[in-house]
């Protein structure tokens, strides 16, 4: 019989532990016995708890999604400002929070977004995660900007989001945060300072 209380913990160390195992051989190698043993628990509770190595993937994928939205929530609440501009940059820090740059995130977050392309649940929350990117950064720039100007502003400021964010994954030096979030940055203060 599982102890009280241990459901929680055991999620978290094993989405830990999948992150652990992707980040040193890759999705396709992180076995359910590699992600059990790097959590140090029996294959069978990978079962118990996800129902298999596709369910821990997505709940791996739904925690950092979740610390995506916690990351940029935060920022937002932490304002002084209200202005379009800064809730911008909160949304763009936000993107490029420690928890979605790290090497164990960040290499999830590319077996994640190659894996969407065939598994619906994944591909799912991928376009949940790519609405809201827009919706958010369209809802902003649409306070200054035509509804037209201001959707292509977000489509655009989205597709540098991600870009920065893959290049910078995809190289062997890792992502350089502090440098993607300052091109993105200056992006949008190009696109709120044609709205003048």
């Known amino acids: 019989m599982p102890k009280v209380g241990m459901q929680p913990i055991r999620r978290e160390q094993l ?17 359910v ?5 790097h959590a140090g628990v029996s294959a069978g509770i990978i079962s118990h708890y996800f129902g298999g190595k596709d369910g821990l993937l997505e709940a791996t ?32 820090e936000g993107n490029f929070d420690r928890t979605q740059v ?23 929350l991928q376009t949940i995660n790519d609405r809201r990117l ?5 809802q ?14 977000a489509s655009t400021l989205a597709a540098m ?17 502090d440098a993607a979030r300052r091109l993105a940055l200056a992006y949008r203060d190009q696109l709120l300072d044609a709205a003048r």
Not at 15 to 31: F, P, Q, S, Y
Not at 134 to 138: E, K
């Open 15 to 31: 989405i830990k532990a999948t992150m652990a195992a992707i980040n040193d051989v890759g999705l396709a190698e992180a076995t």
């Open 33 to 37: 016995m590699r992600i059990a043993r």
């Open 61 to 92: 994928m739904r925690q950092i999604l979740t610390d995506l939205s916690q990351a940029v929530a935060e920022r937002r609440r932490a304002l002084g400002d209200d202005s379009p501009k800064a809730h911008i940059g909160a949304i763009i």
């Open 102 to 124: 790290s090497g164990p995130a960040a290499k999830t977050w590319l077996a994640f977004w190659a894996s969407s392309m065939h598994h619906p649940a994944l591909a799912r």
């Open 134 to 138: 827009y919706s958010n950064l369209c």
């Open 140 to 153: 902003q720039f649409r306070r200054v900007l035509p509804r037209e100007q201001a959707q292509e502003a």
């Open 161 to 177: 989001i991600d870009g920065l964010w893959l290049r910078g994954a995809l190289a062997p030096q890792g992502l350089d945060a």
